[in-house]
């Protein structure tokens, strides 16, 4: 057992994975500052290191492992909780690990802080560590990021895609109340965030499990967009963004209303994984691409040039080089303003694990780069519309380009921006200004001229 010095009451966060995740380190940093710790970097001695794990690929295993070990080396008489999924999923292993003090996988992760702090004050019946949550509960557990603000309004998933832990790590689906959401987003609009993030886990089910429904398209995202509408009704929120939805979601009805609410933004991340019929259904997911380009058409009937951003996967079980080649087809079909593309990554316990047809990592790599380099073009080819037009930039903070100031901040299709900012203050941070783009960096980011407040 270490024996923790927290006479600094200093703690450290390390987050890796989903926004989801995010969301919940915000929140436990919010129960810990309410106690009076001192929240410090994470490269930097602490007395406790709290690392909220993803274990949604090999990789992501690896670096939380990593950061856990990191921690320790940084301070060895630190305590080092491993927190969230990974915890969950793999919990006898990380607790035989010597660099790990404390294991809370996510059937636990609520009441994280009370269990940390029992397990200081087992530790260490002299410490000055006598805070309680003063949160209640009710703290909000803002994900900081500059000017806009995740909200977690589900949890878990009922899909079950052969190729994912989540189910098994973060349960079935859990919705919050639309009222518990309101408060905290009316909280967020008081601290002075502008944009808020809706998400969660499956979004696209929000609300499933408060009515006698089995899934999310006997509703048609009608609770979803209740909640957007309601959201939308409070003063000092300017935008409000979805995380990932499932394209089946999108239909006539959902993209007519939601195109309504002038505070949602048109940028719209829809879960692709394949663009090839017969992989999707080894990864069971649940639409074609003839559906999702439905979802698509849809979203281009009801907003001028929304911003359409996915997620792919290559080198999926049994994936031949022809369905690698109809899926990089497909996604430059669809003209996507930006990709996440992931090697496939085999899980422990999942279906897709014990599939015939595993793919080499060479193959791996290759589809990688090439679907990237594709992406890459397409985003370009998107951002050039935007060009020598008035764009509304929420600026988030100042940053240094080949050491000049800029202001940076991103369009409500979450285009990152930048413009030379002239001044010694930071004037126009958390300000929404018009900007007009002139030139695409190798990034992605525009470099634009300055207009005029908004
Ligand atoms: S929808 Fe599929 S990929 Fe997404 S969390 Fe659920 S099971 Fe995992």
């Not at 969660?200 to 006698?212: A, C, K, Q, R």
Request: hydrophobic share 35%; net charge neutral; glycine share 6%.
């Amino acid at each position: 057992m270490c024996k923790m010095n927290v006479k600094n009451n200093c703690i450290a966060f390390m987050t890796l994975g989903c926004k989801v995740n995010q969301y919940e380190t915000g929140k436990l940093i919010g129960q810990f500052e309410n106690a009076g710790f001192k929240i410090v970097p994470f490269d930097t001695e602490a007395d406790i290191y709290v690392v909220n794990t993803c274990t949604v690929t090999n990789i992501a295993d690896r670096k939380s492992r990593k950061m856990l070990h990191r921690a320790k080396r940084l301070n060895d008489k630190a305590v080092v909780v491993a927190l969230g999924c990974m915890a969950e999923a793999d919990a006898n292993a990380l607790k035989e690990d010597n660099s790990i003090d404390l294991v809370i996988g996510n059937s636990d992760k609520a009441d994280a802080f009370n269990i940390i702090m029992k397990y200081i004050e087992a530790l260490n019946e002299n410490t000055d560590i006598t805070a309680t949550d003063k949160s209640c509960g009710s703290n909000s557990g803002i994900f900081r990021e500059h000017t806009r603000a995740y909200i977690k309004v589900q949890d878990g998933c009922n899909q079950f895609c052969t190729y994912c832990r989540i189910p098994y790590v973060r349960g079935r689906l859990k919705s919050r109340s639309m009222h518990d959401v309101y408060d905290e987003a009316c909280e967020l609009a008081k601290k002075g965030y502008r944009e808020i993030v809706i998400t969660g886990i499956h979004l696209s089910s929000y609300g499933v499990d408060m009515t006698d429904c089995k899934s999310f398209i006997e509703l048609r995202g009608k609770p979803l967009y209740e909640l957007i509408l309601k959201l939308s009704g409070i003063q000092g929120i300017d935008r409000i963004r979805l995380g990932s939805l499932e394209p089946r979601i999108i239909t006539e009805e959902f993209a007519g209303s939601i195109s309504k609410i002038n505070k949602l933004c048109p940028h719209f991340h829809l879960s692709l994984q394949s663009g090839c019929d017969s992989t999707l259904s080894r990864m069971k997911r649940k639409y074609t691409t003839k559906e999702y380009n439905n979802a698509v058409d849809l979203l281009r009937k009801y907003y001028v040039m929304p911003a359409v951003t996915t997620d792919i996967i290559v080198g999926f079980p049994g994936e031949t080089d022809e369905e690698f080649e109809t899926s990089l087809r497909y996604a430059k079909t669809i003209g996507f303003s930006s990709m996440h593309v992931f090697k496939y990554s085999k899980r422990d316990g999942t279906v897709a694990a014990g599939m015939n047809g595993q793919i080499n990592e060479n193959i791996k790599n290759k589809r990688a780069a090439e679907m990237a380099e594709m992406a890459d073009c397409l985003m370009k080819e998107y951002e050039k519309n935007f060009i020598g037009h008035n764009e509304e930039c929420l600026v988030e903070e100042v940053i240094y380009i080949d050491g000049r100031r800029y202001y940076s901040g991103h369009n409500e299709r979450y285009i990152k921006l930048v413009f030379e900012c002239d001044t010694r203050e930071d004037v126009f941070v958390n300000e929404i200004v018009s900007v007009v783009p002139q030139k695409i960096y190798d990034d992605g980011t525009m470099l634009c001229s300055y207009k005029k407040p908004c």
